[in-house]
């Protein structure tokens, strides 16, 4: 959906652009010549409606001429320098809330072809923390968040019992690898967070995430989520967990000639992690983000509405306004 109006809205600033042109160099001058000719006729009554008649510009162009410069503006801006994003989703709670409104930096990987996605100037690359918007690997039309965790030759293990991850750095050549980037958790504590389930029968599935006191109690069908601080590098995020919940291990991304729940990211890819761990369908599941499929850095929540995935907002959340770490 974000490539088509992409490709709607470069289609539409192409024919708008090139109609402004045809209006400035050419249809402009030849009504001009026309009201000149006339002028050069003769002065009475019926060649001044004549020239009135000859100088008008035609409706359609009027209002083409004048969308041009908006949609100009609109397209730079969303292409190459800032571009909009709604959270539609828990996975990076809680981080990033469902409502959030956030503003994503398009030229912090490279300024890129809006279509295509090549890079058309280097302007630098994801650091190990990062927030970062990309196209889903398995599904190019969707575009996902995540926090970036490994880097090109990083070596990425997750303990789904501890729901703790090790990242070594500069394992792809097969040489032995750095040392363990410094990696550390605070205490697990409860979190103000309450996760709902819905039960349909044998299975259950997340209704919804609310934010109840700690003093509150909770509803019957909820569960008060766990949450602490992960630093990774220098940069130092809360991350979600779900008591008692278990990562459906059999669906993690098995990469060949790697022991199971350990990956080395290969050159020109990354390793993406959900800040909510329970609640995040990442690399984990399906593999490494490729460079090209980089959108760019989530910078900062311009609005934030209150809401539930799928459902109508019920509020405004002004107090989350400003940037994100």
Known sequence: MANMFALLLAIATLVTGIIWCLERLKWAPARQAKVAAIDTAGGDLLDNNAQQKAAKQPGWIEHTVSIFPVLALVFIMRSFIYEPFQIPSGSMMPTLLIGDFILVEKYAYGIKDPISLTT????????????????????????????VIGLPGDRVSYDPVSKEVTV??????????????????????????????????NSESSAGFFQIPLDREIPEEGIRLRTRDERIGSVTHPILTVPGAHDQLSSYYQQPGQSFGVWVVPEGHYFMMGDNRDNSADSRYWGFVPERNLVGKATAIWMSFDKQEGEWPTGVRLNRIGGIH
């Open 168 to 201: 070594q750095p500069s394992c792809s050549s097969g040489n032995t690898c750095e040392s363990k980037l410094v990696m550390t958790y605070s205490t697990l504590l409860p979190s103000e967070l309450v996760q709902t389930f819905r039960f349909l029968g």
């Open 120 to 147: 058309l100037i280097p302007t630098g690359h994801p650091k190990r923390g990062d927030i970062a918007v990309f196209k889903y690997p398995l599904n190019p039309r969707l575009d996902y968040i995540k926090r």
